[in-house]
Protein backbone atom coordinates (compact mmCIF):
# COMPACT_ATOMS: atom_id res chain seq x y z
CA UNK A 1 0.00 0.00 0.00
CA UNK A 2 1.26 3.48 -0.61
CA UNK A 3 2.93 5.35 1.59
CA UNK A 4 1.02 7.66 4.18
CA UNK A 5 0.79 11.34 4.02
CA UNK A 6 2.62 12.49 7.13
CA UNK A 7 6.01 11.27 5.76
CA UNK A 8 8.66 12.66 4.34
CA UNK A 9 8.99 11.92 0.85
CA UNK A 10 11.60 9.67 -1.02
CA UNK A 11 13.45 12.03 -3.09
CA UNK A 12 14.40 11.00 -6.46
CA UNK A 13 16.45 12.34 -9.47
CA UNK A 14 14.75 10.72 -12.54
CA UNK A 15 14.98 11.25 -16.22
CA UNK A 16 13.01 13.46 -18.92
CA UNK A 17 12.96 13.29 -22.10
CA UNK A 18 12.78 16.86 -23.34
CA UNK A 19 13.19 19.28 -26.29
CA UNK A 20 16.62 19.66 -25.24
CA UNK A 21 17.41 15.89 -24.90
CA UNK A 22 17.52 13.94 -21.78
CA UNK A 23 17.51 16.04 -18.37
CA UNK A 24 17.10 15.11 -14.65
CA UNK A 25 13.81 15.97 -12.35
CA UNK A 26 14.58 15.66 -8.86
CA UNK A 27 11.60 15.78 -6.88
CA UNK A 28 13.65 17.92 -3.65
CA UNK A 29 14.14 20.79 -6.15
CA UNK A 30 10.65 22.01 -5.52
CA UNK A 31 10.83 22.05 -1.76
CA UNK A 32 10.93 25.39 -0.25
CA UNK A 33 9.30 26.78 -3.63
CA UNK A 34 6.38 25.03 -4.35
CA UNK A 35 4.17 22.13 -3.92
CA UNK A 36 4.27 19.14 -6.01
CA UNK A 37 1.51 16.39 -7.50
CA UNK A 38 3.27 12.79 -7.78
CA UNK A 39 0.49 10.98 -10.13
CA UNK A 40 2.38 7.11 -10.69
CA UNK A 41 0.80 5.30 -13.43
CA UNK A 42 1.46 2.02 -15.12
CA UNK A 43 2.26 2.43 -18.52
CA UNK A 44 2.38 4.87 -21.30
CA UNK A 45 0.09 4.71 -24.41
CA UNK A 46 -2.94 2.90 -22.66
CA UNK A 47 -6.35 4.04 -22.54
CA UNK A 48 -6.68 4.56 -18.60
CA UNK A 49 -3.41 6.46 -18.76
CA UNK A 50 -4.04 8.47 -21.75
CA UNK A 51 -7.38 10.33 -20.59
CA UNK A 52 -5.53 10.56 -16.96
CA UNK A 53 -2.94 12.67 -18.42
CA UNK A 54 -4.97 14.23 -20.95
CA UNK A 55 -7.36 15.68 -18.22
CA UNK A 56 -4.33 16.77 -16.04
CA UNK A 57 -2.90 18.58 -18.92
CA UNK A 58 -6.37 20.43 -19.59
CA UNK A 59 -6.96 21.86 -16.27
CA UNK A 60 -3.23 22.15 -15.66
CA UNK A 61 -3.56 25.94 -14.55
CA UNK A 62 -5.68 25.14 -11.21
CA UNK A 63 -2.50 23.43 -9.96
CA UNK A 64 -0.08 26.29 -11.47
CA UNK A 65 -2.40 28.68 -9.84
CA UNK A 66 -2.34 26.60 -6.25
CA UNK A 67 1.68 26.73 -6.55
CA UNK A 68 2.09 22.92 -7.62
CA UNK A 69 3.64 21.23 -10.50
CA UNK A 70 2.18 17.98 -11.80
CA UNK A 71 4.55 14.86 -12.15
CA UNK A 72 3.69 12.03 -13.56
CA UNK A 73 5.99 8.51 -13.24
CA UNK A 74 5.68 5.34 -14.89
CA UNK A 75 8.24 2.51 -15.73
CA UNK A 76 8.37 3.22 -19.55
CA UNK A 77 11.78 4.59 -21.02
CA UNK A 78 12.02 8.54 -21.54
CA UNK A 79 11.90 7.82 -25.31
CA UNK A 80 8.57 5.85 -24.81
CA UNK A 81 7.21 8.73 -22.56
CA UNK A 82 8.58 11.60 -24.94
CA UNK A 83 6.89 9.93 -27.80
CA UNK A 84 3.22 9.35 -25.91
CA UNK A 85 3.95 13.05 -24.79
CA UNK A 86 4.26 14.41 -28.72
CA UNK A 87 0.96 11.82 -29.79
CA UNK A 88 -1.47 13.46 -27.12
CA UNK A 89 -0.18 16.62 -26.64
CA UNK A 90 0.38 15.87 -22.75
CA UNK A 91 2.01 18.95 -20.86
CA UNK A 92 3.39 18.06 -17.71
CA UNK A 93 6.87 16.73 -16.86
CA UNK A 94 6.90 12.36 -17.14
CA UNK A 95 9.81 10.93 -15.64
CA UNK A 96 11.00 7.65 -16.32
CA UNK A 97 11.35 5.24 -13.21
CA UNK A 98 12.74 1.83 -15.54
CA UNK A 99 14.81 0.42 -12.82
CA UNK A 100 11.47 0.84 -10.23
CA UNK A 101 13.39 2.34 -7.31
CA UNK A 102 10.60 4.74 -7.21
CA UNK A 103 7.68 2.61 -7.41
CA UNK A 104 9.19 0.63 -4.78
CA UNK A 105 10.49 3.64 -2.44
CA UNK A 106 6.74 5.04 -2.53
CA UNK A 107 4.99 1.65 -2.04
CA UNK A 108 3.15 1.82 -5.39
CA UNK A 109 4.33 -1.65 -7.40
CA UNK A 110 1.82 -3.10 -9.24
CA UNK A 111 3.12 -6.60 -9.44
CA UNK A 112 2.80 -8.51 -12.79
CA UNK A 113 1.03 -6.24 -14.58
CA UNK A 114 -1.27 -8.04 -17.48
CA UNK A 115 1.47 -10.68 -16.64
CA UNK A 116 4.09 -8.93 -18.18
CA UNK A 117 6.03 -7.39 -15.21
CA UNK A 118 6.04 -5.38 -12.38
CA UNK A 119 4.65 -1.52 -13.18
CA UNK A 120 3.54 1.67 -11.24
CA UNK A 121 0.43 1.22 -9.54
CA UNK A 122 -2.09 4.42 -10.40
CA UNK A 123 -1.05 6.54 -7.42
CA UNK A 124 -0.92 9.74 -6.12
CA UNK A 125 0.89 12.19 -3.75
CA UNK A 126 1.23 15.49 -2.54
CA UNK A 127 4.37 16.71 -1.61
CA UNK A 128 4.38 19.35 0.46
CA UNK A 129 7.20 22.50 0.04
CA UNK A 130 8.50 20.98 3.25
CA UNK A 131 8.88 17.63 1.60
CA UNK A 132 5.93 15.94 3.51
CA UNK A 133 3.23 13.76 1.59
CA UNK A 134 0.35 15.69 2.65
CA UNK A 135 -2.31 13.29 0.57
CA UNK A 136 -1.81 9.73 -0.80
CA UNK A 137 -4.15 7.53 -2.47
CA UNK A 138 -3.38 4.60 -4.48
CA UNK A 139 -6.68 3.55 -6.49
CA UNK A 140 -8.21 -0.09 -5.78
CA UNK A 141 -7.69 -0.81 -9.55
CA UNK A 142 -5.09 0.67 -12.03
CA UNK A 143 -8.79 1.49 -14.32
CA UNK A 144 -9.42 4.07 -11.47
CA UNK A 145 -8.77 7.49 -11.27
CA UNK A 146 -7.47 9.30 -8.40
CA UNK A 147 -9.26 11.44 -6.50
CA UNK A 148 -8.21 15.28 -8.17
CA UNK A 149 -10.84 17.28 -6.33
CA UNK A 150 -9.46 15.91 -3.13
CA UNK A 151 -6.04 16.72 -3.66
CA UNK A 152 -6.79 20.34 -5.12
CA UNK A 153 -8.84 20.96 -1.91
CA UNK A 154 -5.57 19.89 0.05
CA UNK A 155 -3.50 21.91 -1.86
CA UNK A 156 -5.71 25.07 -1.39
CA UNK A 157 -5.62 24.24 2.39
CA UNK A 158 -1.70 24.42 1.73
CA UNK A 159 -1.61 28.22 -0.26
Same mark, same amino acid.
Given at each position: ???????????? !???????????????????????? +???????????? @????? @??????????? =?? !??????? =??? =?????????????????? +? =????????????????????????????????????????????????????????????????
Amino acid at each position: MAIPAGTKAPDF !NLKSKQATGLVDVKLSNNFGRKHT +VLLFFPLAFTGV @CTKEM @CDITAGLNAYA =SL !NADVIGV =SVD =SPFAQEAWVQKEKIGITL +V =SDLNKEVIRKYDVVFPMQAGIGDTAARAAFLVDKRGVIQYSQQTSSPKDLPDFEAIKQKLAQLK
